[in-house]
């Protein structure tokens, strides 16, 4: 959300789809925006780290002093891209404010199970 509200912030037609991942002291944030804000993606990555109190990382997970990540030391990755065309055409570009779509965002769920060989659910 951060990196929105800041695309946002200076942008206000800013197009942002974009994910976030964290494993093992390292933050990645990709997708694709399009927006004419100037950001510092990795500074705003280590501004809601540390403001969610993550801020001690120790190579030993068992230790009492890590918290897993640190908004100090934490490697930050950024793989940003404009937005792609296709989606720029079909979704937004030509359309009036009321009729601009959501892009190709969803949300998917699912979970494995024994029902069936290839262990997805039966569908009752």
């Known amino acids: 959300d951060a990196v929105l509200d800041a695309c946002l912030t200076g942008d206000p037609k800013s197009k ?3 994910e976030t991942a964290t494993k093992d002291n390292m933050v990645m944030v990709a997708g694709e925006i399009t927006t004419q804000t100037k950001l510092d993606y990795e500074k705003v990555v280590r501004g809601v780290v540390a403001k969610i109190g993550f801020d001690s990382y120790v190579d030993d997970l068992s230790s009492v002093d890590s918290k897993g990540l640190s908004d100090k030391t934490c490697e930050v990755l ?3 891209n404009k937005q792609s065309p296709d989606i720029a055409g079909g979704v937004h570009v ?3 404010d009321l009729d601009i779509g959501a ?3 969803g949300i998917m769920f699912g979970y494995a199970t024994d029902e069936t060989e290839d262990c997805m659910p039966l569908t009752h």
């Open 16 to 18: 942002v789809a974009c």
């Open 78 to 80: 950024v793989r940003i």
């Open 94 to 96: 030509g359309k009036e």
């Open 103 to 105: 892009g190709d965002q």
